[in-house]
């Protein structure tokens, strides 16, 4: 089968894309680099979300009782799920594909299911561990009753799929590990970084003194930058408290926190923890505005706990030479590498502050440590390396099928 004829490619994304945060970039940038390489592709997704000019993207129908839609787990997604379902069915049957790649469990579920029907292959895009991210969105107890048939439900759907894709390296290795998969059932494809829009000269000086000015900012104290959603299991949290800390030692430095949702619940955190005049939350961050917001920090911060997911805001950091402080977790170090400032213990305020204090007080670090990071991100963690690798997969895929 040759491998440069054009494929037509059916995206699942069970969520309301585009919206401004991790899983839905990497959906973006996949669908961007397969289209620059040749491909069409087909994203089937919820009834919200944002439009983008480039990609075809196909909408299901609305639910008459919920107009909008939060983060994470919710007992809404089911009815989501069934009228995606509807959708992807009608496209199916109507229209050709030559295979299903597929976004997160629901995704991975309904594509091979309805996929079936036209002996469709399925690529499993898998971006965490199911019973994981319903745990550290609270929204199943890991002693509770119901735990182990949503695990049974997980292991299932790692099954289910004709290859699996894994967003990091560890996730690969947890589930080789766990559900007994060779190395050619799962594959990892890291996420990336597009680091043409990602750079340090994004902002002038000039434009980088007003925007601080204009946020309140000092010019001539560092300031700690973090972009994404805002959430416990984000480390949120941990990050506010290791701002207080840093105010009692009288290092002074300021925090520059842009996402959603729950501005307000993070905003009265920080007043009750007396550093409101040290943090300003800019709420959400637009993905084409993320750059510029990235570019008033000096130091950047991912204190991100899930031991499943990805985090891909780091790559983003790397891009924009900007040194980071993380907690040390497999994920941070496939990232970071040797040039990660990393906080241990995992979860530990103090040990966050200290990183954050030892990049404030030294300035040539954090030049040098910035610089590296980029040529990290830009020899490991690619987007078109990344999408010539999938394109491959694709093509192993369908020769399989075919024989």
């Known amino acids: 089968m040759p491998l440069n004829r054009p494929l037509r490619i059916l995206m699942i994304a069970p969520t309301a894309f585009f919206l401004d945060y991790g899983c839905h970039v990497r959906i973006l940038e996949e669908a961007r680099v397969l289209k620059r390489l040749g491909h069409a592709v087909t994203i089937v997704t919820y009834h919200l979300g944002r439009d983008l000019p480039d990609l075809e993207i196909v909408r299901s129908r609305p639910t008459p009782w919920r107009a909008d839609y939060e983060v994470g787990s919710s007992m809404h997604k089911i009815a989501f799920d069934l ?8 496209l199916v049957l109507s229209r050709r594909f030559d295979l299903i790649h597929a976004h997160l469990y629901d995704g991975a579920l309904m594509g091979t299911v309805i996929g079936g029907l036209r002996r469709l292959p399925v690529v499993f ?22 735990f182990r048939w949503v695990r049974l439900l997980e292991d299932n759907i790692d099954h289910m799929a004709d290859k699996i894709v894994t967003s990091t390296q560890d996730g690969a290795i947890q589930l080789e590990r766990q559900c007994d998969c060779d190395a050619d ?21 000039g434009e980088v003194a007003a925007r601080r000015a204009a946020l309140g900012l000092p010019i001539d104290r560092p300031v700690v930058a973090y972009v994404g959603l805002l ?7 941990h990050l506010l408290q290791a701002a207080q800390i840093l105010k009692l030692r009288q290092v002074d430095v300021r925090f520059l926190i842009g996402g959603f949702p729950a501005v307000e619940h993070y905003r009265r955190m920080a007043d009750d923890l007396g550093i409101g005049e040290q943090v300003i939350f800019t709420g959400k961050v637009p993905y084409h505005d993320t750059p510029a917001q990235l570019a008033l920090g000096d130091i950047a911060v991912a204190p991100k706990l899930s031991a499943t997911e990805g985090s891909g805001k780091i790559l983003n950091y790397m891009a924009m030479e900007l040194p980071t402080v993380a907690f040390d977790t497999p994920v941070s170090r496939e990232y970071l590498g040797g040039l990660g400032v990393y906080a241990k213990p995992a979860g530990d305020p103090a040990a966050l502050a200290d990183g954050i204090q030892k990049l404030a007080l030294d300035p040539e670090l954090r030049l040098s440590l910035g610089k590296a990071l980029r040529r990290r991100a830009a020899l490991h963690f690619s987007w078109d390396r990344s999408g010539r690798q999938l394109v491959r997969t694709y093509f192993e895929l369908l020769d399989q099928k075919r024989r």
């Open 231 to 237: 959430a416990d299991y984000q480390g949120i949290p």
């Open 125 to 146: 895009d898998r971006q965490g561990s199911l019973t994981g991210e319903m745990v550290d969105h609270r929204f199943l107890d890991p002693n509770g009753r119901w």
């Open 185 to 205: 059932y799962v594959r990892p494809l890291p996420d990336c970084v597009n680091l043409a829009f990602f750079h340090p000269d994004v902002l002038s000086a």
């Open 83 to 90: 009228l995606l379902g509807w959708r992807v069915l009608g």
